[in-house]
């Protein structure tokens, strides 16, 4: 097993702890929501008797360690508990949805990245010119417009002024069936299948939330991406390799681009948790059928289960992204593999 | 003329207008030459040579005159042929090399990336070429080493990895800027050697840009002497520094530490040195001191067991290079780390009662005060020079600042219209005058200098040790001086110890340690410390020996 292979695997079990205290915190802070679940689970004609009962079946009755020994047993097996509102098993609501969110997140993400990334190079490489004034411009538009605003200027333009856009009304049109699920994202499935129409249909209904999303997240990536990009390109290995005569691609792409990764990739993945939270606002606007909007509905119902389970999928989603930020960095500087 | 600079001027434009760094400056070198670029910060000196190179910064330009390399002007060539150029026919070395190589890149890599550039390799050949690089510049092992990264190397390794880039593709021109600032005496001499030798064998032209005159008169075949961006004087080192003709030249030999030479000598005009204080009783006992960092498999000894004892108004020398315990020794001293074992007494008290973490605390804490190297570093950016000097006032005293602040400044010789400045409106000389002062805030009885002039240029440094020998006389305070050269140490100090891994080698006077070393160590150190020139010229049996 070569250093990196054992680097990683070492920062994968680092990440347990972490997991297990998702486990205890998420379970903790549902218990500590105000509101009784049995009383809303009764009914408003409930007696005290009944609520007990209901109180008796789902297991509220007992001490919480009793209590948190049989949500751990469940957990095991995958089980969640069921919503209250919906009666749904939780694990099955959270993997319809999840998919939905993450098609939406990670390709707001991937735009991005392929604008702010290259112009962010750019305007540090060319600092003072017009594209560093136009990169400050993109950047400060990006960060003061808030993403429902943007969402709702968006539809309007390309969907209400210009037809260019299908309806704002979630993944697929209604005239598309569902591709046969195998990734879950609507794109890459239908693609698998075969159905370029489909796949044209679903990605047409992804353009708009998720330029949407990539406008707010580009400010903070563009940003680092020139700042990291002007000190690398300041510093003496740059300096050194410029003496040596080694291209200016190599000299901004091989050595400073490289170094520059580091903070770029730390902002990533700050920008991807909170892109996660900015996602409900999105989802709303869209009516896109993902995790952010369950969880709204299932707060304002006081749903726990449904809460608890949205939480706990929401801290292991970082926790893995977090690893995975984690073993970027360790491939990518030498530094932080010692020790 | 191989490489001919005439009436060269490079001018930045920053905020506050353009800037006139180098103003009609010419040289000349021959092949197979080495020329001298020497001179104080400031000088042009860096900048110059980078206007050669046509690396300058983005706000620096060629403002006029000509470069002429081989009779093709390198003002006129157009970026692209200029990106040819380096690297195969003129290349560079820098100073602080760990900073001058890419971090997350391998060594090895580093070389072939210039290498393939040049067409000196192939995809195929690359890696024997970059491991023939690395044996070139007396890498050992440089199998291995090219799979190293730049932070599992040694500041001396790193520099020889600079110079193999420098020369995978056979120069003819190399300009070498500053390349042993930061390395060891030791290690500056091996390197400076293998430059010399590497440069002699293949028979290319370079030049050292230094602020050691000792360093440009033993390596150099011509010397331009250069001050706010001209040059001042110019010729053959040795009539040069035998008869220097221009003021700032003599300034500059006068202010470097020889042998032979008291603090008092160093200034332009010479002014008596001040009286040294006669030691009283013992101050400061340090019995048999340990410290041990890591445990286990990853323990390492840093201060293995070492004793001395610094009396009432005595300085002592701690004398060593870089890894030898010496900052760890005075880290503790000062209570900063607590020891692992042993003893620090101060006036027969043990010190070591309170531990590190309390010492801020403790009545005897004013006591000790420390000046650091870098005197940038070390003072709050966002304090002004009042404010740095009032702060130990205020923690460590029951004195009001006002007032004494005054007092304070006007005893390091800083002007009070200075006081309300920062840090970054200082110049280097005034920053290490708020250091001091700042120290002596608390009326210390122990002063701990921490190479407090390494950061500084000779003429300063000058200034400096003549005002630390100054206060001494006047307020009798004993001196810990903390540094890596015996020829500054001997100035000020009574006695000398001399440090490596962690073990006292040697111990004496200053005079007998540097006239008749006993330690094959001391001797070493002694050697490699490039001879001033004025000592050359003014010592006939010196003389004799360097011809």
């Known amino acids: ?339 | 003329m191989f490489l001919d600079v005439q009436d060269l001027s490079v001018s930045f434009s920053t905020r506050r207008g353009t800037v006139d760094a180098v103003r009609g400056v010419s040289f000349s070198l021959a092949k197979g030459e080495t020329l001298g670029i020497v001179g104080e910060s400031g000088s042009g000196k860096s900048v110059s040579s980078y206007a050669v190179m046509r690396i300058l910064e983005r706000s620096g330009r060629i403002a006029g005159g000509r470069i002429t390399f081989d009779g093709i002007d390198l003002t006129a060539m157009s970026d692209r042929e200029m990106r040819e150029l380096r690297g195969r026919e003129i290349s560079m070395v820098f100073q602080n090399p760990r900073a001058a190589l890419n971090p997350i890149r391998k060594v090895g890599h580093q070389i072939e990336d210039v290498l393939r550039r040049h067409n000196r390799a192939t995809r195929s050949t690359a890696k024997a070429k970059a491991i023939e690089a690395l044996r070139a510049v007396r890498i050992a092992d440089p199998e291995a080493r090219y799979d190293a990264y730049p932070f599992e190397l040694s500041g001396g390794m790193c520099q020889r990895v600079v110079i193999a880039i420098a020369l995978a593709c056979d120069p003819r021109l190399l300009i070498a800027d500053e390349p042993t600032t930061g390395l060891d005496v030791t290690t500056q001499k091996v390197v400076m050697d293998l430059l010399a030798e590497l440069t002699k064998s293949r028979g290319m032209s370079s030049i050292l840009i230094t602020h050691d005159l000792g360093l440009a008169a033993e390596y150099c075949d011509k010397i331009v002497v250069m001050k706010d961006g001209a040059v001042v004087e110019a010729g053959d080192p040795k009539a040069l520094f035998a008869d220097p003709r221009h003021a700032y030249t003599r300034r500059l030999i006068r202010a470097t530490p020889r042998p032979g030479a008291e603090v008092g000598d160093l200034l332009e005009p010479p002014a008596p040195s001040p009286v040294r204080p006669v030691p009283g009783a013992p101050l400061l006992q340090v019995r048999n001191l340990r410290k041990v960092f890591g445990r286990g498999a990853s323990e390492s000894v840093a201060v293995d067991g070492i004793s001395f004892v610094i009396r009432e108004g005595e300085t002592l020398g701690l004398v060593g290079e870089s890894g030898c315990g010496k900052s760890t020794t005075s880290a503790m001293i000062m209570r900063l780390l607590d020891p692992t074992g042993g003893e620090i007494l101060l006036d027969g008290r043990p010190l070591t009662d309170t531990p590190a973490a309390k010492f801020s605390r403790d009545p005897r804490r004013g006591s000790l005060q420390m000046v650091f190297q870098d005197a940038t570093d070390s003072i709050n950016p966002r304090f002004t020079a009042r404010q740095a000097i009032a702060d130990p006032i205020r923690r460590l005293t029951d004195e009001r600042p006002a007032g004494r602040v005054e007092e304070l400044a006007a005893q390091v010789g800083l002007p009070l219209t200075l006081l309300d400045r920062f840090p970054h409106q200082l110049s280097g000389g005034q920053k290490a005058r708020v250091g001091i002062a700042r120290a002596l805030a608390s009326r210390p009885r122990l002063l701990i200098l921490d190479e407090p002039t390494a950061a500084l240029d000779v003429s300063i440094q000058a200034i400096v040790l003549n005002l630390l020998a100054e206060l001494r006389a006047k307020l009798g305070v004993s001196y810990l001086f903390v540094s890596h050269d015996l020829h500054v140490v001997r100035l000020l100090c009574d006695r000398v110890i001399v440090m490596r891994e962690g073990r006292v080698v040697e111990e004496g006077t200053a005079e007998a340690v540097m006239r008749a070393p006993s330690d094959p160590y001391t001797r070493s150190l002694l050697d490699a410390t490039p001879m001033p020139p004025a000592a050359i010229a003014a010592t006939p049996a010196l003389a004799k020996a360097a011809e």
């Open chain 1, 1 to 339: 097993m070569g250093p990196r292979t054992k680097l990683v695997l070492y920062r994968t079990l680092q990440a347990l702890p972490a997991l297990v205290g998702v486990v205890i915190v998420s379970f903790i802070l549902t218990r500590m929501l105000p509101g009784d679940p049995a009383a809303y689970f009764a009914g408003p004609a409930a007696t005290e008797a009944s609520i007990a009962e209901i109180r008796a079946t789902m297991g509220l009755d007992r001490s919480l360690p009793v209590q948190f020994l049989h949500y751990v047993q469940d957990l095991v097996v995958g089980d969640l508990g069921n919503s209250l509102s919906t009666g749904q098993p939780v694990v099955e609501e959270l993997t319809r949805r999840l998919p939905a969110s993450l098609e939406l997140t990670l390709t707001a993400l991937l735009l991005s990245c392929a604008i702010a990334l290259p112009l962010g190079i750019a305007a540090a490489v060319h600092q003072g010119s017009w594209i560093d004034h136009a990169c400050r411009g993109l950047v400060t538009a990006g960060v003061s417009l808030p993403t429902f605003f943007t969402g709702i200027v968006l539809v309007y333009v390309f969907y209400y002024l210009l037809g260019w856009a299908p309806s704002p009304l979630g993944r697929l049109d209604f005239v598309y069936l569902s591709p046969p699920e195998v990734t879950g994202f609507y794109v890459i499935d239908a693609l698998l299948d075969g159905d370029v129409e489909t796949a044209r249909g679903a990605l047409s209904q992804l353009v708009l939330p998720a330029t949407t999303l990539a406008l707010f997240t580009l400010a903070p990536l563009a940003r680092m991406a020139r700042a990291a990009m002007l000190q690398a390109l300041s510093s003496d290995y740059v300096r050194t390799a410029r003496a040596a005569g080694l291209g200016e691609g190599q000299v901004v792409l091989g050595y400073a681009f490289q170094n520059a990764m580091l903070p770029v990739v730390t902002t990533l993945g700050m920008v991807f948790s909170f892109m996660l939270g900015a996602n409900v606002l999105v989802e709303k606007v869209f009516s896109w059928p993902g995790i952010g909007s369950y969880a709204v509905e299932a707060l304002v119902v006081s749903d726990y289960a449904a809460v608890q389970g949205f939480v706990l999928a929401m801290a292991i989603l970082f926790v893995l992204l977090n690893l995975a930020i984690d073993i970027i960095y360790t491939l990518v500087d030498p530094r932080t593999r010692e020790g």
